[in-house]
């Protein structure tokens, strides 16, 4: 069993930023992540990060979101800036692509 809390999301105005951040209660992994699902579409891969720090970035959010680890390495946060509508969505936290957080509402409005 693994518990991750995800805080940090909210409304936004377009070009605003956001941090979201997902605490977990264990320390080993290989891959922390963050995902995202718009209402109608399918859960997508946001951003993801392994043990080693190797990140990934969906092409949408390249250049504008960064994910990162504390020292422990039990929070991954995703820091989100210059949001866009098309960022709106509910973000989950996942570990090793199988643990997955409550999700945090991220809306951006126009």
Do not use: N
């Amino acid at each position: 069993q693994e518990d991750l809390v995800e805080s940090g999301g909210g409304l936004v105005q377009v070009g605003g930023s956001l941090r979201l951040s997902c605490v977990g209660s264990g320390s080993f992994f290989i891959f922390k992540g963050w995902y995202r699902q718009a209402p109608g579409k399918q859960r997508e891969l946001v951003a993801e990060i392994s043990l080693g720090g190797d990140t990934y970035y969906t092409d949408d959010v390249k250049g504008r979101f960064s994910i990162s680890l504390d020292d422990a390495k039990r929070t991954v946060y995703l820091q989100m800036d210059s949001l866009k509508p098309e960022d709106t969505a509910v973000y989950y936290c996942a570990k090793d692509r199988h643990y997955w957080g409550q999700g945090t509402q991220v809306t951006v409005s126009s």
